[in-house]
């Protein structure tokens, strides 16, 4: 099994507050992994040290076998990891065609017309509104686009933030649906979710973060058994 991502007894700090500590997981070619935890527990910080902001304190983060823990942002990028960002932050003033085009600049605009395509079979509705402008759309479509934008970089591994943020059922439903044929389509997808349910039943493995430390790791199907899980993130059910 190739190893995609991999965290070793990472550290993070904002000023005296440690985020993150001595946090190891890792992430496989080909898998689906989610991180879950409440609000605060150090979901996002741990997502966005990845691409070097906040830098890490201690430890290492590697990218297929090497540290990326002092690169650029651009050279994270170029090197194959995109993200679609929380609360769908897409560039409200273009349309959804120019917000797609944006997401090849860390490949250099190559391949365009061919993705946009593929992202339209992809994303039915995004093609249908392709000449709006990204503001106009509904939440659910927003959210789509930026994971729309972020695959037109041709990642090896897509990272999410928090796909289901805000986001009515039925629409959360179609979000996992089509994070589930992405999976299919061998994409590795690491997604940082506070909808355990969905997130673990979609993933192959998750692990669970509680005050910045990883609490507890396993399959998906073992995380939605396990009875800490069950009662912390699924409702008592
Ligand atoms: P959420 O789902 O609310 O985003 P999270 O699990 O992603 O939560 P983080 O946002 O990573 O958690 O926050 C982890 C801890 O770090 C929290 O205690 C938070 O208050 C603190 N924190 C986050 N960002 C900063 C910052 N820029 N400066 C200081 N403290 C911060």
């Not at 430890?59 to 942002?73: A, C, H, M, P, Y």
């Not at 061919?114 to 659910?140: I, V």
């Amino acid at each position: 099994m190739n190893r995609m991502l991999e965290f070793r007894e990472v550290d993070v700090f904002y000023g005296p507050i440690q985020a993150l500590q001595q946090v190891s997981l890792e992430v496989n070619e080909g898998e689906t992994v989610a991180l879950i935890g409440a609000n605060g527990a150090g979901k996002s910080t741990l997502l966005m040290s990845i691409f070097g902001q906040p830098r890490i304190a201690g430890g290492q983060i590697l990218f297929r076998g090497e540290d990326i823990s002092r690169k650029s942002t651009h050279s994270i990028a170029a090197a194959g990891i995109a993200q679609a960002p929380e609360g769908r932050r897409v560039f409200p003033d273009m349309t959804v065609t120019e917000n797609l085009q944006m997401g090849t600049i860390p490949i250099g605009n190559r391949h365009e017309a061919e993705d946009l395509q593929r992202m339209f079979a992809l994303f039915p509705h995004l093609e249908e509104r392709r000449h709006q402008r990204a503001m106009t759309l509904s939440g659910g479509e927003q959210q789509m686009l930026a994971i729309a934008r972020a695959l037109m970089s041709r990642p090896r591994l897509l990272l999410l933030d928090e796909p289901s943020l805000g986001l009515a059922p039925l629409v959360v439903k179609q979000i996992f649906q089509t994070l589930r044929e992405l999976a299919l389509e061998g994409m590795t997808l690491f997604l940082v979710e506070q909808n355990a349910h969905h997130a673990l039943k979609l993933s192959d493995r998750g692990y669970v973060m509680v005050n910045g430390r990883i609490r507890l790791q396993g399959t998906g199907g073992e995380l939605l058994a396990n009875r800490e899980v069950r009662q912390a993130y699924l409702g008592g059910i």
